[in-house]
């Protein structure tokens, strides 16, 4: 299963995908380390440590395809294939960021890309998901829709109803949980009864709980249920287990009076960091000479600066575009 | 024109805008045999794709018709009785009311949200709410509320093709209500006021099912000599206040007459914006004629009790005559 030859992947196709996870680490650790000078203007939440899910599903969509993202949405805006220059300037609250500033880290879209957008509601992105996968059914031109939500946004009863009106109806959506471990400062063990998983059970919607920081797993997981869903047999839920290695919020530090994770059990996470595990996978199978990650490194340390100078040199908005954009 | 009822006017501009535009969609609980009969016989005729019964499920609707228009359609979402919208409230509030604005203009949100609402049938509280000042108050959507079948039929037809979220909701009980309705193609725009009845003496504001017994107030009060002029706003957000305004400018007196309840409704919103505009030129202060803090009880003469009639109306009227 987990040799070169079984699994479906090219080593160009795994340098792929190393390179996407890359970028969105990179990005992020770059916004991490803005949060700490005090140079961002609102919160964000980091998806380090998670980034093998969007980038496992994405690499199956083009722009014609949509997602609905969360709260935690660089990782899939990057990996739908959303510009770094656009994100930065828009994390940085700037007119030249994807939403003019507008929106912020929560609310990254970039809908001819396919990307419906980040967003604050737990759990709502998945109507919107629902949404676009009934239109894409109706252009009968086999586009599918995703939604990614978290576990906590799995308790949210959306998606009891979506997962009946997607079944009922055979709409091409695929429903990406990822589960990494909190709902907030909630274990998600003390806020979630059973596997995440079978919730899709009774409506007769094919699941699978993969390892979330295999991006190799996750690709080969999503590959089944976008063929399903481009096919127009219907929805899939994929249950992601993963870990965020950073807190929930990068200010959670500033108000939280104690911890809700042990440091030992964070370690145990960092090992099995999906960046590295796939590094580790190219060069035990000698897919990819370290020189090619090298030059990735250094062209995503390229694509990174040439982001955040974009955003610094990009204007504030003018005053008076608060008062635009609320009708069209 | 042609005698319509209430009903038949707005399944003839449902019927007319799908066949104008083949991404015009709609869905919602049970429209296909249609409870209230605005629906009927559109899914024979526009089949299952664009027309579709939903399960009962306000939360993934409302958010659901966000991503349709948000991925190319012109999606009517049926939320049959206006207190289901509270169910579905998230994805109106929270994504449809903000999606555009939030992600800088970059899409158009053409959907609809349509509805029964008001009192006066027993349907009791959970059933009876007028709940547009709810609406009118989130600020990305809009909200319509047709007093006649003509009305009714051209600002659907208006909602349907505007490219942002609206609110479209009919007075329950009032579907069988007749009118006049022109027979050829018409739109009425949203945002335009319309002066019912003119008159100098008081600009009586009246919304909704609430125009009907203005009217029947103002035919009143014009055998004592009292000369009212009633404007029905039709679009509540964005509302035509220059209109209400010039109409208080001349007359300098101002009643509002709104089915919902009395804290923070649209007729408190009516009479705010016309002191702000009209302060120099009134004559008395203006009032209100609502409904009462409390729901809506069933037992009929409770229900009739808290509901604005001409006699209230007309009572509101000759106070602001007094000085
Ligand atoms: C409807 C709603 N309720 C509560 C919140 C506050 N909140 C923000 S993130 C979060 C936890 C979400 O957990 P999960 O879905 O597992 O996503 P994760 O943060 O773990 O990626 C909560 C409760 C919110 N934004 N929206
Ligand atoms: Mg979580």
Redesign the pocket.
């Known amino acids: 299963m987990r040799t070169p030859s079984a699994i479906n992947l090219s080593a160009e196709d795994l340098l792929a995908l190393y390179r996407r996870m890359l970028l969105i680490r990179r990005i992020e650790e770059r916004l991490g380390e803005d949060f700490k000078r005090g140079d961002l203007p609102g919160p964000v ?1 980091l998806y380090i440590g ?1 980034e093998a899910v969007a980038t496992g599903v994405c690499a199956h969509l083009t722009d014609a395809d949509w997602i609905a993202s ?3 949405g660089h990782g899939h805006f990057l990996a739908k294939g959303g510009d770094p220059r656009l994100l930065v300037a828009e994390v940085y609250g700037r007119a030249g960021g994807v939403c003019r500033g507008m929106g912020g880290s929560m609310h990254v879209a970039d809908f001819s890309k396919g990307i419906l957008g980040a967003n ?5 992105g998945i109507a919107l998901a629902v949404g676009a996968a009934l239109a894409a059914q109706l252009d009968r031109k086999g586009a599918v829709s995703v939604a990614f ?6 308790n ?1 009863g959306v998606l009891m109803e979506a997962l009946n009106v997607s079944a009922l109806w055979k709409l091409p959506l695929v429903l990406v949980c ?3 471990g ?3 400062f909630s274990p ?1 063990a003390t806020v979630t009864v059973g596997a995440i998983a079978d919730r899709a059970k009774p409506f007769g919607v094919p699941s699978a709980a993969v390892d979330g920081n295999d991006v190799i797993a996750v690709w080969q997981a999503a590959d089944a249920a976008v063929r399903r869903a481009r096919a127009g047999e219907g929805p899939t839920l994929i249950e992601c287990r993963t870990y ?1 290695l950073r807190g ?1 919020v990068e200010s959670e530090a500033s108000f939280l009076a104690g911890s809700y994770r042990n440091d030992e059990e964070v370690a145990a996470w960092a090992k099995r960091d999906p960046i590295a595990r796939l590094a580790g996978y190219l060069d035990e199978h000698g897919l990819a000479p370290a020189s090619a990650r090298e030059a990735i490194e250094a062209e995503i340390a390229a694509a990174v600066a040439d982001a955040v100078a974009f955003a610094t040199e990009s204007p504030y908005p003018p005053a008076d575009q608060a008062r635009q954009f609320m009708f069209a | 024109m042609a005698r319509r009822r209430m009903i038949q006017a707005i399944n003839e501009a449902l019927a007319e805008e799908m066949a104008r535009d083949p991404r015009v969609i709609l869905f919602g609980e049970d429209v296909e045999i249609s409870i209230m009969g605005d629906t009927r016989g559109l899914h024979a005729t526009f089949g299952p794709d664009r027309v579709r019964n939903t399960p009962i499920c306000e939360t993934v609707m409302t958010g659901m018709a966000v991503g349709a228009a948000a991925a190319g359609y012109r999606p009517i979402c049926h939320m049959m009785y206006g207190n289901f919208l509270y169910t579905g409230m ?1 994805a109106i509030a929270n994504q449809a009311a903000k999606l555009r604005y939030m992600t800088g203009g970059q899409i158009k949100l053409p959907l609809v949200y349509m509805g029964v609402f008001g009192a006066g049938r027993s349907s009791a509280a959970q059933h009876s709410d007028a709940m547009h000042p709810v609406f009118m108050n989130l600020g990305g959507i809009k909200v319509v509320l047709p007093a006649s079948p003509a009305d009714a039929k051209g600002l659907l037809k208006s909602a349907i093709r505007d490219d942002n979220p609206v609110i479209f909701l009919q007075a329950a009980g009032r579907g069988g209500e007749a009118g006049e309705v022109p027979e050829e193609e018409y739109t009425i725009p949203l945002g335009v006021a319309e002066v019912k009845r003119p008159g100098r003496d008081v600009t009586l504001v009246a919304i909704g099912a609430m125009v009907r017994p203005a009217l029947r107030a103002a035919e009143a009060l014009a055998g004592e000599g009292v000369a009212v002029e009633v404007i029905d706003p039709r679009t509540l957000m964005p509302l035509d206040a220059e209109t209400i305004v010039a109409s208080v400018r001349r007359t300098g007196r101002l009643v509002v007459v709104d089915e919902a309840r009395d804290t923070c409704s649209a007729a408190s919103h009516i009479v705010a914006v016309a002191t702000e505009g009209a302060w120099g030129a009134l004559k008395a202060a203006p009032r209100r004629v609502t409904v009462p803090d409390v729901a809506i009880p069933y037992s009929p003469p409770l229900e009739k009790a808290l509901l604005p009639d001409p006699e209230r109306i007309a009572a509101a009227v000759r106070a602001t005559l007094e000085r």
């Open positions: 939440h998670e969360t709260h935690r604050g509601i737990v759990g709502g939500f978290g576990d906590g946004a799995a949210q990822e589960n990494n909190f709902s907030e998600t965020r929930h | 998230d």
